[in-house]
């Protein structure tokens, strides 16, 4: 079993940066497809970023291309992701996922997760 744990969130001015990580308290994230989503007030839970272990398991959602990117870093057993040019619209509670058999990152955006962290809230305003 693998426990999350999201760091990073709070409040940035639009066009701004700041960076996630999702860290593992327990288990190891080297060979995991990561999943980071958020939801926002009122709105459902969407997918925004994944990475996998391979280059050509990757997505990142149109709203946030080009702006969000997600990394690793091994060792320090944790998946990060780098978010500019914020927007209010970017608004929400960030949440990281995985699961038990290394899906692929189309699986993991589609409900194929075991494990979620618990959130962290990031709010874009001036």
């Known amino acids: 079993q693998v426990q999350l744990v999201e760091s990073g969130g709070g409040l940035v001015q639009p066009g701004g940066s700041l960076r996630l990580s999702c860290a593992a308290s327990?288990?190891?994230?080297?060979?995991?497809?990561i999943g980071w989503f958020r939801q926002a007030p009122g709105k459902e839970r969407e997918g925004v970023s994944c990475?996998?272990?391979?280059?050509?398991?990757?997505y990142t959602a149109d709203a946030v291309k080009g702006r969000f990117i997600a990394s690793r870093d091994n060792a320090r057993n944790r998946v990060d992701l780098q978010m500019n040019s914020r927007k209010p619209e970017d608004t929400a509670v960030y949440y990281c996922?995985?699961?038990?058999?290394?899906?692929?990152?189309?699986?993991?955006?589609?409900?194929?997760?075991?494990?979620w962290g618990q959130g962290t809230q990031v709010t874009v305003s001036s």
């Open positions: 996922a995985t699961d038990s058999i290394m899906r692929s990152c189309t699986a993991i955006m589609n409900g194929g997760t075991d494990w």
């Open positions: 327990t288990g190891t994230l080297e060979r995991s497809t």
């Open positions: 990475i996998g272990v391979s280059d050509d398991n990757q």
